[in-house]
């Protein structure tokens, strides 16, 4: 009689350690969402580069700065909000610089454009400004 009298507490604490261990995955899967399938609210990064461009790359003059003029011409589906990477290339010293520009409220088949703020750039050398990458969020922009 006392050996099953263990094991029922055995089977009581397996039990009690599944549900510690199963209940907290349980309750992130249900939080972030549920299975994991795609939505319709997921805009590819890739798609999202190609609808953005540097349409100006320019030095100012009282800063030296570079500054890059980012457009988006948005393909998605919905409204939302865009965040470009622009990258400045020089070769050494500088190297490789990004900015990123966030253009929010962006509809479908219309243009946003947004300025990036690039490095002091070397008198007497030519810049390069361009889009390394963006994102789009289809959720209303946040302040």
């Avoid at 939302?80 to 509809?107: C, H, I, K, M, N």
């Avoid at 243009?111 to 289809?138: N, R």
């Amino acid at each position: 009689m006392a050996v099953s009298r263990w094991q029922g507490w055995f089977v009581g604490l397996v039990g009690v350690a599944a549900l510690l261990v199963f209940a907290p995955l349980a309750l992130y899967v249900w939080a972030s969402g549920g299975s994991g399938t795609p939505s319709d609210d997921v805009y590819d990064p890739a798609e999202a580069a190609r609808d953005a461009a540097v349409t100006t790359c320019r030095i100012d003059p009282a800063t030296r700065r570079l500054v890059a003029v980012a457009e988006v011409t948005s393909g998605a589906a919905r409204t939302g909000s865009y965040v470009v990477t622009v990258e400045f290339r020089q070769d050494p010293p500088l190297g490789t610089v990004q900015a990123l520009v966030r253009l929010d409220g962006v509809a479908p088949g219309t243009t946003a454009t947004g300025e990036a703020i690039g490095p002091v750039w070397p008198a007497g050398v030519v810049p390069w400004c361009g889009v390394s990458g963006a994102t789009f969020d289809p959720s209303p922009a946040r302040h």
